[in-house]
């Protein structure tokens, strides 16, 4: 199973908007809506803050929210603040009880 | 909601190490569970995944045959036995919560803080 292809980096400056995107294919996030997104902060564990392409945990602020188009989900994250500075990574189901995770993205609050 | 990695060290390529997760908070035999790793530097990397009861596991390519995943429902803790490790598995080793009751949900609710495992060419 190949990772899903994310771009490297992303910046936007407080009180703006960004989004994440993540490519994959039919077998992965084309045909599943078990898309998830991950942050993590450097050192820490990686966190949920979408499930199910775009359902929001239990405490995690509506600033974030996901999509799906085709083979292409994204994570968007509105009135960036400090804290949301980190890496994000998107994961899908890819069939035959496997998971692919993207390469991750590194998003800097400037 | 607790879980907690040990197990993690050096070891020469060919060895193995078992990691082990012990978690709290929750009924444990209710839930699957993950294996997910992040090499130095690197991306995540899902391992391998354990039915609630057991009865199912798989495994990405990568590991298929070197790498078994238990659990044990009495003690809340599951294992990840690594035999014939090769450098490309350093990594920090997570275990992770699947987000659904007795199914696979798809996504993976809770991680532990993970555990290092540094294989040395």
Redesign the interface.
Known sequence: ?S?LTQSHSVSGSPGQSVTVSCTGTTSDIGG?????W?Q?HPGK????VI??VSKR?SGVPDRLSGSKSGNTASLSISGLQAEDEADY?C???AG?????????TKLTVL | VQLVESGGGVVQPGRSLTLSCVTSGFTFSNYGF?W?RQAPGK????VA?TSYDGN?K?Y??SVKGRFTLSRDNSKNTLSLQMDNLRTEDTAVY?C?KD?SLRA???????????TLVIVPS
Request: hydrophobic letters at 30%.
């Open positions: 199973q990772a599943s809506n078990y898309v998830s991950y993590q564990a990686p966190k949920l499930y199910e945990p990574y994961c899908s189901y035959n009880y496997k998971w692919v995770f993207g390469g991750g | 993950h997910v991306g995540l990397e899902w995944v199912h798989e990405a390519d997570y992770a987000g696979y949900s798809g996504f993976f609710d809770y991680w532990g803080q993970g």
